[in-house]
């Protein structure tokens, strides 16, 4: 995009923490400028200077852009929404590529793959990605490989790391939907992944109010296609949406911190609770993910779910939560959650998944413990 110029490749960037340059990376430099960029509510532009046409990118999302690419290390563009990312880097593809993708990914990606294939211009691959030698066979012929870690709904973490050596192998690039993790938590371009993807929706903007996406390249070749989609298909986000998105990156971190805080805990003592049958969180000594996790991410995130006895007993607890909102979505300064396999993805049946918040602790703590209850024990785990 036009903020090449001011990518961290020409600019070497300070050997900031992510917390120091979510906060300050993205900013206007000039003197006189506004610490922020403020929304550039324009489609059009005089001739003579950087930006054209909004579809093309305005000063707004290149700040967006300037801050998450610093962030994970590598070049960003922006996009209407985590799906108009997803379709995007799928866009580039050649016709009837095998995309191959872990099993447990967002279901929302799932469907756009069936899409393609309907269309004969990619072939979903299905792999179990904790399975090495599955994902080895898998890769050859493929033209992707795209992971989610951690995952939804099982918040399965995988190693990034040794998938991508695998496919550097084969010579097949790595999508990594890194969105519950945040730049925060995970750089998977560190790792070796070729692009990032997330549903900025989430944590980035936190605060439930907008709909965006990003895509983060290695490098201009492989950012280059990507945009080229972005303005083929009429992906860009609204300047407003930027804005909003770059204001809620500044308290990622703080945010994040606070919700991670809080989900540790809320998995402990479900995991102690005589109601639920299992927990999924890689904050748990005892989860299969926990040492993948901690070795490469920075902390566990907030993304929790577990499991009760039904669809039935999940139903009552979410009904019975006051505090804790039902709701899909996920990412934002409030605790929400639900019942998961509504949406026939063949979850477990009384799977429940909860977006922690940055609530008081006691409270998420006072409105979940009696919702759960209500609920008859579980003799065996
Ligand atoms: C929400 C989500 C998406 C899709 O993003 P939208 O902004 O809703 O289009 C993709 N991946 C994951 C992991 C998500 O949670």
Same mark, same amino acid.
């Given at each position: 995009?036009?903020?090449?110029?001011?990518?961290?490749?020409?600019?070497? $960037?300070?050997?900031?923490?992510?917390?120091?340059?979510?906060?300050? &990376?993205?900013?206007?430099?000039?003197?006189?400028?506004?610490?922020?960029?403020?929304?550039?509510?324009?489609?059009?532009?005089?001739?003579?200077?950087?930006?054209?046409?909004?579809?093309?990118?305005?000063?707004?999302?290149? $700040?967006?852009? %300037?801050?998450?690419?610093?962030?994970?290390?590598?070049?960003?563009?922006?996009?209407?929404?985590?799906? $108009?990312?997803?379709?995007?880097?799928?866009?580039?593809?050649? &016709?009837?590529?095998?995309?191959?993708?872990?099993?447990?990914?967002?279901?929302?990606?799932?469907?756009?793959?069936?899409?393609? !294939?309907? #269309?004969?211009?990619?072939?979903?691959?299905?792999?179990? &990605?904790?399975?090495?030698?599955?994902?080895?066979?898998? =890769?050859?012929?493929?033209? /992707?490989?795209?992971?989610?870690?951690?995952?939804?709904?099982?918040? @399965?973490?995988?190693?990034?790391?040794?998938?991508?050596?695998?496919? !550097?192998?084969?010579?097949?690039?790595?999508?990594?939907?890194?969105?519950? &993790?945040?730049?925060?938590?995970?750089?998977?371009?560190?790792?070796?992944?070729?692009?990032?993807?997330?549903?900025?929706?989430?944590?980035?903007?936190?605060?439930?109010? /907008?709909?965006?996406?990003?895509?983060?390249?290695?490098?201009?070749?492989?950012?280059? +296609?990507?945009?080229?989609?972005? *303005?083929?298909?009429?992906?860009?986000?609204?300047?407003?949406?930027?804005?909003?998105?770059?204001?809620?990156?500044?308290?990622?971190? #703080?945010?994040?911190?606070? $919700?991670?805080?809080?989900?540790?805990?809320?998995?402990?003592?479900? #995991? %102690?609770?005589?109601?639920?049958?299992?927990?999924?969180? +890689?904050?748990?000594?005892?989860?299969?993910?926990?040492?993948?996790?901690?070795? @490469?991410?920075?902390?566990?995130?907030?993304?929790?779910?577990?499991?009760?006895?039904? !669809?039935?007993?999940?139903?009552?607890?979410?009904?019975?939560?006051?505090?804790?909102?039902?709701? *899909?979505?996920?990412?934002?300064? !409030?605790?929400?959650?639900?019942?998961?396999?509504?949406?026939?993805?063949?979850?477990? *049946?009384?799977?429940?998944?909860?977006?922690?918040?940055? %609530?008081?602790?006691?409270?998420?703590?006072?409105? =979940?413990?009696?919702?759960?209850?209500?609920?008859? +024990? @579980?003799?065996?785990?």
């Amino acid at each position: 995009m036009s903020a090449q110029a001011q990518s961290p490749a020409d600019e070497p $960037a300070p050997h900031w923490s992510p917390q120091t340059l979510s906060v300050t &990376a993205g900013r206007p430099q000039d003197p006189g400028a506004p610490l922020n960029q403020p929304p550039v509510l324009a489609s059009n532009f005089r001739d003579g200077g950087d930006t054209l046409y909004a579809r093309f990118g305005t000063p707004s999302h290149d $700040a967006f852009e %300037e801050a998450i690419g610093a962030l994970e290390g590598g070049l960003a563009v922006a996009f209407s929404s985590g799906m $108009a990312a997803a379709a995007a880097i799928l866009g580039t593809l050649p &016709a009837g590529a095998r995309v191959v993708t872990s099993d447990n990914i967002y279901h929302g990606v799932r469907g756009l793959l069936a899409d393609l !294939e309907r #269309l004969g211009s990619a072939v979903d691959v299905r792999v179990d &990605a904790l399975d090495l030698i599955a994902v080895e066979q898998a =890769l050859t012929d493929a033209a /992707l490989l795209w992971i989610e870690t951690p995952s939804n709904p099982l918040i @399965q973490v995988l190693d990034v790391e040794r998938l991508c050596r695998l496919a !550097e192998e084969h010579g097949v690039p790595v999508v990594v939907d890194s969105t519950f &993790a945040t730049p925060m938590r995970l750089n998977p371009l560190a790792l070796g992944a070729t692009y990032v993807v997330h549903s900025a929706t989430k944590y980035i903007g936190g605060h439930s109010d /907008l709909l965006m996406g990003v895509v983060v390249a290695r490098d201009e070749e492989r950012l280059a +296609p990507i945009s080229e989609q972005r *303005t083929l298909r009429g992906a860009a986000p609204g300047a407003l949406e930027t804005f909003l998105a770059l204001r809620g990156l500044r308290t990622l971190g #703080l945010r994040l911190d606070r $919700a991670e805080t809080n989900a540790q805990v809320l998995a402990q003592r479900l #995991l %102690e609770h005589p109601h639920v049958t299992e927990v999924f969180y +890689p904050g748990l000594p005892s989860d299969p993910g926990h040492l993948t996790a901690s070795r @490469q991410m920075r902390g566990f995130g907030a993304m929790l779910s577990f499991c009760v006895a039904s !669809e039935d007993e999940a139903d009552r607890v979410l009904a019975r939560c006051r505090l804790i909102v039902g709701a *899909t979505s996920l990412g934002g300064v !409030e605790s929400t959650a639900e019942r998961r396999n509504r949406w026939h993805e063949g979850t477990r *049946t009384g799977l429940i998944r909860l977006s922690v918040g940055i %609530e008081d602790l006691d409270d998420i703590w006072a409105d =979940l413990s009696p919702a759960l209850g209500q609920l008859s +024990p @579980q003799t065996q785990r």
